[in-house]
């Protein structure tokens, strides 16, 4: 029907698919692309935000979104496209207008780079054209097969290779990925994008320094491209150069002054450092340059000592409701504005916008609880006295004994996110003898290797594998671990990483690092469940928009710390949070004589710690110990319901 035009009869089928199945991607597309042709663009841009919603990665909704402002708002026309080809770097369409859009904003070198894209993606074969379709739309597998088949014919396309690394980064085979764009890049060095895919995933890895290399390459083969410099300026940050990315970021903004994303990094870079003026100054202007932007209010909010004035209020309930705007900047304003009412003590108004930007935030998700139950009660099933002791005689041979002795010390704080871990990790940092570096992802991605490749519903290796491991692996992989880690540290004979979740794997922990000093973070389950409840958080924590979800974490956590307690006697601290906040000189005290070390005055005075704090809580360390937060939950206990039926017996 749409070949021939008929777009109200496409209408009225894909209209009634839509009443039976309302997240079809296809019917909602239809629909949108019917409204533009039948001149419609307001419902066309808002049956596009409801395909968005269920959704947010669908590269071709961004694109007919460009198509709908094409003729009206340049600017957003761009934006749209801009996504779409992030999203998709095939679809040619999006490419041919953003050249135009470019020339005509006199972006003469962008516009250069959109024809070139038009130009390769043309010239490259249909298969895998196709294979980038299907990884956008998540169809991995499929992808894969038909990428795979055409290797076989073309052993050495770099595109190819390029694009089953891709996958391999869709399954998290790093390593896979990692050696596939090694072997692009020796066949063609000069291929940008494979090295620029190379550079993220060895960000993905870890490997921060050897990212660092590989982007300034970029950046000395096209000094202009800003993807290479913001590629640099990502990757300082990730080695601790802060000023060096704030100097790039900056240098960005003078050839693009109005670019909001460019914006936006450089004030969480202010943020990091905790020069909050330029970080307000940088988010307030990304939030000028781009309409609707909510995640230069969320940027504000998330400061936690910045205060909404009447007047912005206002403008970010217009924002929220306007039908344009996008699906991520709506749960990004509600989570700013429910901040904003509960700094105002209007905690009903606050509480709405709290759960319409955590129910938004869930439809982008497939958290599913149960099998984070089950993954922790196989942590149980596992993790027993008899695993630990088959490694304790090892552990204790004198070689292994001067190797741990002569090497730094690792202390983990884990826990549930907002439950204080960065004011521990804050006051063992402004300590002499400790290192502080940051949420380490390393045991976790350790983990996940463990796991070994697969999706969600094939059988679980990790962490069954432990009682296969040998003793020469399980050395290997602590002795990794620490040199991994040193990327983040400056010498000390301590060192802390305060990943939370590492709560899940205190076993592999105590396999692989059996010197390590584990810190347990607690906070009163009610307090910390709706802290959690009211937080955006950068990317993972996916149980942190559902109350129900929530408490049923809540539960995990404390049976698995309660299990580790049993197994592992005496190998864990636990910090109550209150206590800490009440009885705060007794409490330090009392955390460094766990970790073995002597008192110093300056971990009373950890708020005058000069480090940089990349957490939801960087600002508040930055401050001496307060107690009004620790019962805010209960101006919202009324709402609380379905978290407290599940944690009201716990502590």
């Not at 069954?464 to 010498?491: H, M, P, W």
Request: charged residues 20%.
């Amino acid at each position: 029907m749409l070949q021939k035009k008929q777009f109200s009869n496409a209408l009225a089928i894909t209209s009634s698919l839509l009443t039976r199945y309302p997240d079809n991607i296809d019917a909602l597309y239809l629909t949108a692309v019917c409204h533009r042709y039948l001149q419609q663009p307001q419902l066309a841009l808002s049956t596009l935000n409801t395909l968005k919603s269920y959704h947010p990665n669908y590269a071709r909704a961004y694109q007919e979104e460009g198509h709908n402002y094409r003729l009206s708002n340049s600017r957003s026309a761009i934006a749209a496209y801009e996504k779409a080809v992030q999203l998709n770097a095939a679809l040619i369409a999006s490419w041919k207008n953003l050249s135009e859009l470019y020339r005509a904003e006199g972006q003469e070198w962008s516009a250069d780079h959109a024809q070139n894209q038009v130009d390769y993606w043309s010239s490259m074969p249909q298969a895998l054209v196709s294979v980038s379709s299907l990884i956008n739309e998540d169809n991995v597998i499929k992808a894969e097969e038909i990428c795979r088949f055409f290797l076989k014919k073309q052993p050495k396309h770099t595109e190819a290779m390029r694009l089953l690394a891709a996958i391999g980064v869709k399954h998290k085979v790093l390593d896979d990925a990692e050696f596939l764009l090694e072997s692009c890049l020796h066949f063609d060095p000069e291929f940008h994008q494979a090295r620029l895919d190379y550079v993220n995933v060895l960000h993905k890895r870890q490997r921060y320094e050897q990212a660092l290399e590989q982007a300034l390459l970029l950046r000395s083969k096209s000094p202009d491209d800003v993807r290479y410099q913001m590629a640099v300026a990502n990757e300082s940050q990730a080695v601790g150069e802060f000023n060096q990315s704030i100097a790039i970021y900056n240098s960005i903004l003078e050839q693009l002054p109005d670019n909001s994303g460019v914006l936006i990094m450089l004030g969480h870079a202010y943020k990091t450092v905790g020069d909050t003026d330029n970080a307000v100054a940088a988010y307030r202007k990304a939030g000028a340059c781009q309409v609707n932007f909510g995640d230069a209010y969320w940027s504000l909010a998330n400061l936690k000592t910045y205060h909404f004035s009447t007047d912005e209020i206002a403008m970010m309930q217009r924002h929220e409701q306007a039908p344009t705007t996008a699906f991520e900047d709506r749960f990004h304003l509600s989570f700013a504005l429910g901040k904003a009412f509960e700094d105002a003590s209007d905690y009903s108004q606050a509480f709405s916008y709290y759960a319409k930007g955590n129910a938004l935030k869930k439809q982008q998700l497939r958290y599913q609880a149960a099998r984070v139950d089950a993954e922790c009660k196989a942590q149980i099933e596992v993790c027993t006295p008899a695993l630990f002791s088959k490694q304790a005689d090892t552990h204790s041979l004198p070689n292994t004994l001067s190797k741990q002795d002569s090497r730094p010390r690792p202390i983990f704080i884990v826990g549930l996110p907002r439950a204080g871990s960065t004011l521990l990790e804050q006051i063992l940092s402004s300590h002499s003898m400790v290192d502080g570096t940051m949420e380490l992802p390393n045991i976790m991605s350790l983990a996940h290797r463990l796991n070994g490749r697969g999706g969600n519903d094939r059988p679980k290796r990790y962490p069954q594998v432990l009682a296969e491991l040998s003793t020469e692996q399980l050395a290997k992989f602590g002795d990794d671990f620490i040199k991994d880690t040193e990327v983040y540290r400056q010498g000390a004979p301590y060192f802390i990483d305060k990943m939370p979740n590492n709560f899940r794997h205190i076993g592999l922990i105590q396999l692989i690092l059996p010197d390590a000093i584990i810190i347990d973070a607690r906070r009163d389950p009610m307090s910390c469940g709706f802290s959690i409840f009211k937080q955006l958080f950068a990317e993972g924590q996916e149980f942190s928009y559902n109350l129900e979800d929530i408490g049923k974490y809540y539960n995990n956590y404390v049976e698995l710390m309660d299990h580790w307690n049993t197994v592992l006697p005496g190998k864990i601290l636990k910090m109550q949070y209150e206590a800490v906040v009440t009885d705060f000189e007794e409490q330090v005290h009392r955390l460094l004589d766990f970790c073995g070390l002597p008192f110093e005055e300056g971990c009373l005075d950890f708020y005058k710690t000069k480090r940089s704090v990349r957490t939801a809580s960087a600002e508040q360390v930055r401050q001496p110990i307060y107690q009004s937060g620790m019962q805010q939950w209960k101006h919202f206990e009324s709402d609380l319901g379905p978290l407290s039926a599940l944690v009201s017996t716990l502590k």
